[in-house]
């Protein structure tokens, strides 16, 4: 068994790596993916020319690290995993800290985790909104001063990876666009409009917007990258793009945060999984 360690992945050791991935996948039912372009640090036990477990390093701020590790199921139960951690500690600074997460329903990577001391700090839940599933919330306020129709929503398009940013005076939201989906971040309302309604309202009419079809006038649109547009003005613009059917919306939020988890409840969004974050 050689064990191997490097800074980057060739096109070869990426398709050895996915491989063994979806067998792992495949025998734990787990979603996770390996951080293949995020982190800065792997290490991997290679076998008869394959890849049979596998670890990586992404550097979060400081001394914090997100760990991601997998082995190919034929091959747990030999201690792979223990070294390939030992040997990733031994390349990081001194006093370094990890933060693993692994699916709530993987009871035996739960297990590992617990085994090295390893101990669970928080879940965090991945949801996703189906588009006929959300309902647009009707949350007239005196408090907030204007309702849902009078938020001046602006769309900001990023064309390099095409990112949506919708912002209005008092808050802001960010979507990664994706064949398949838009992944939700970024969310955050000005802290003295909080608790007012304002944030439920802002939410709900730019999902409106994502989820009625003006989402691919966005996306096909001549208007210019980098520019922050009123909603009306790309609507306008993209006018004679095809609509295409409204994609499903992800986001991830931890469980200790009721009032988003509440929020995005009542807007349609559902719990899909459960990643529980460790520390080491």
Same mark, same amino acid.
């Given at each position: 068994m050689k064990l191997h360690r490097v800074h980057s992945l060739d096109s070869s050791q990426i398709r050895q790596l996915q491989t063994m991935v979806n067998k792992c996948t495949d025998s734990d039912g787990t979603r996770l993916s390996f951080p293949f372009d995020e982190a800065d640090l792997f290490l991997y036990f290679e076998h008869d020319g394959s890849i049979v477990s596998a670890i990586a390093f992404i550097p979060i701020e400081g001394l914090l690290y997100e760990c *991601? @590790? #997998?082995t190919d199921p034929e091959f747990r139960g030999h201690g792979h995993f223990s070294g390939l951690l030992d040997a990733g500690i031994d390349e990081l600074p001194e006093d370094s800290e990890l933060i693993f997460y692994a699916d709530k329903r993987n009871s035996a990577a739960a297990a590992v985790l617990e085994a090295i001391g390893a101990e669970m700090n928080s879940e965090e839940h991945m949801m996703k909104l189906l588009p006929e599933n959300f309902s647009i919330i009707d949350c007239h306020s005196s408090q907030t001063g204007s309702d849902? *129709? @009078?938020l001046d929503l602006i769309a900001d398009i990023h064309s390099e990876c095409l990112n949506l940013r919708f912002h209005s005076d008092h808050a802001v939201i960010n979507f990664s666009v994706f064949p398949s989906h838009y992944y939700l971040y970024g969310f955050e309302v000005e802290k003295s409009f909080r608790g007012k309604g304002y944030g439920t309202? #802002? !939410?709900s009419t730019v999902l409106a917007q994502? !989820?009625?079809g003006n989402a691919a006038a966005i996306e096909h649109s001549p !208007?210019?990258?980098?520019t922050s547009y009123h909603i009306s003005d790309v609507r306008s613009a993209g006018a004679a793009a095809d609509n295409t059917a409204p994609r499903p919306v992800l986001l991830q939020v931890s469980g200790g945060n009721a009032p988003a988890l509440t929020l995005y409840k009542k807007t349609g969004f559902r719990i899909t999984e459960t990643l529980c974050c460790y520390l080491y």
């Amino acid at each position: 068994m050689k064990l191997h360690r490097v800074h980057s992945l060739d096109s070869s050791q990426i398709r050895q790596l996915q491989t063994m991935v979806n067998k792992c996948t495949d025998s734990d039912g787990t979603r996770l993916s390996f951080p293949f372009d995020e982190a800065d640090l792997f290490l991997y036990f290679e076998h008869d020319g394959s890849i049979v477990s596998a670890i990586a390093f992404i550097p979060i701020e400081g001394l914090l690290y997100e760990c *991601s @590790a #997998f082995t190919d199921p034929e091959f747990r139960g030999h201690g792979h995993f223990s070294g390939l951690l030992d040997a990733g500690i031994d390349e990081l600074p001194e006093d370094s800290e990890l933060i693993f997460y692994a699916d709530k329903r993987n009871s035996a990577a739960a297990a590992v985790l617990e085994a090295i001391g390893a101990e669970m700090n928080s879940e965090e839940h991945m949801m996703k909104l189906l588009p006929e599933n959300f309902s647009i919330i009707d949350c007239h306020s005196s408090q907030t001063g204007s309702d849902v *129709s @009078a938020l001046d929503l602006i769309a900001d398009i990023h064309s390099e990876c095409l990112n949506l940013r919708f912002h209005s005076d008092h808050a802001v939201i960010n979507f990664s666009v994706f064949p398949s989906h838009y992944y939700l971040y970024g969310f955050e309302v000005e802290k003295s409009f909080r608790g007012k309604g304002y944030g439920t309202k #802002f !939410l709900s009419t730019v999902l409106a917007q994502l !989820l009625n079809g003006n989402a691919a006038a966005i996306e096909h649109s001549p !208007l210019s990258p980098e520019t922050s547009y009123h909603i009306s003005d790309v609507r306008s613009a993209g006018a004679a793009a095809d609509n295409t059917a409204p994609r499903p919306v992800l986001l991830q939020v931890s469980g200790g945060n009721a009032p988003a988890l509440t929020l995005y409840k009542k807007t349609g969004f559902r719990i899909t999984e459960t990643l529980c974050c460790y520390l080491y």
